[in-house]
Structure formats: structure tokens, C-alpha cells
């Protein structure tokens, strides 16, 4: 099972601290339910942060707060976050968030909320942080699940984390060896992507990056490993799939990706990527040389002008 002490990435940053005023209650409380209740810190933009950190929401306290100011129970000194961005208030045995006026809003599953209801495995997004409601129940096996599905997975676009997707790409180059199959490798990012953020704020680059990943996902096979190597960096992992194949499909992503009609509060954000391919050889010796390879072409395709593929 697996226990975020074990694992170093999932530690507190000393320069980020979640601080919580939450009290508990007693075993024999009448609150005993309520006791099973927590958030648990799944995603911090650039992995800052105490990810992993379970927050409970035991014991008589009914109503907690979110924000940048010390005074809040739950403190998020992150970009993005209000002085007073959210309260969490319950109501019933039901935990319900709800939003304070902030800036740029509270999310709950990427839907932009005044408030709403909890249910078991809600994803709670307050600026750069995004928090997963656990609710009553086999808390700890859930607990365990989530911090496992951190561990491979990016929070933010469920693509698999770049530690996770660097073993796959061990796993199939050994495969590709060991059967002499082809093996193709892409990697891509957003064009201008500071200038989204700069323009339009870090929320709606972060739509743009959650929808190209689903975009993203929609197009690929069973077999193909899909991940987010960098802040707008991905990268797709294609096993049985020679040079030219994954030029032709790396053409489509970029057809799809600079087709598709992205917005953010009612504004329309022109997007394109830039993307780089490379077909595993004899000549490349690692795997490293293999991300290596196909990051060189991505840079070359942003050298020629960006939008374009280079293989």
C-alpha cells in the first residue's frame, strides 16, 4: 500500500504550508460520520507543495474557510487563490462548497460553481490547487487509491505524470528490443502558452491544457501512452508504430488541436502546438537519448515557425 511518507515527492514543501483549524471530535461523538470526511491536496501547479496532505473534516466544526489570509482554515498561499476564495459549510451530514466572490472562481469537476453539493471523489479547484473531497465510507482504501493515482497521474490533465510515463517509455524501448518491433515517440507543447496565461490568466491556461488532454486521449489506441512531460509539454508514447505513422498521426493532433474552438469565459483562445517525432534505433542508446531525440525535433518545429510537425 502505499504511504506518502515512503515517497519523497509527496512531502511538504517548507515553503507552502496548508494550515488547518479544523477540530475533532470525540470517538463517541454524535459526529462519528462526519469524522470520515476529508480533502486530500491532489495537484499544485509545478508539484509545489504538501501534495498527498489529507485535511479532515471531522469532529463538531461545520463550516471551514479557504483562502490566501492567515485567518482562513484552510491557508493556500498559491496564485490564483482569493484573500476569502471558498467556504466549505455542512449542512445536514452534506459537505457544500461554495464560492466567496473570488476572482476567478470555484470549481468543482471543472465546472465553474456558486455552490454545490459534495459527493464521494468531487475535485474542489481553488486557483492553482485542486483538492478531492473522500467522504464516509472505506476512507482509508479510498485514501490509498487517491495517493496511488498521484503517483502516475498529472492532477490537473489525468495524463499520466512524467515519472510515470519516463518508466513506459523503459518498459517499451526493452520491449521493442526484445521483439524487434518499431517504436515511435512525440513530443509536443502549446505555442505561446505564457502568453495565454499572461492574456487570459493561469485558469484559462488551465482549460486549455485539460482540454487538449482530452482531446488528445479521444484520438489515441489502447496501447499508446499519453503524458504531460513539462508545464505545457506532452508527450505521446506510440508502441507498434514506425517513423512515418507517427508523423501522420502527429499531424492529426496538430489539425485537431489548432480546428478546435477553445474558451474561457465567453472568450475565444486561439491555440496551436508544436510537435516533434523519433522512431527508436539502433544509433539512440537510451531512453533518455530516445525523449531526447524527439524534443530536439519539437524545437526544431518551433525554430521553423510553430503549428507544423518535424520528423
Known sequence: MADPKDHPELRSDPSW???TQVLRAEPASTQQNAGSDCLVVIYTREGRGPLGKRIPLDGPVAELTIGREVSNSLVLEFE???RRHARLQ???GVWWVQD???TNGTYVNDVLSRE???RNGDRVKVGDVILKYLSAGDLEAEFIETISQMMVTDGLTQAANKRHFNEKVADEVNRSLRHDRPLALVMFDVDHFKKVNDTYGHVAGDVVLKEIASLVRSRIRRNEVFGRY???EFALLLPETT???AITLAQEVRTLIASQPFHFDQTHIPVTISLGVAQWTNVIRTPEDFIRAADARLYEAKRQGRNRVVG
Request: net charge neutral.
Open 17 to 19: 504550508q496548508v494550515q
Open 80 to 82: 490564483g487563490v482569493s
Open 90 to 92: 455542512r449542512r445536514d
Open 100 to 102: 466567496q466572490n473570488s
Open 116 to 118: 454545490t453539493p459534495l
Open 230 to 232: 513539462g508545464g505545457e
Open 243 to 245: 517513423l512515418q505513422g
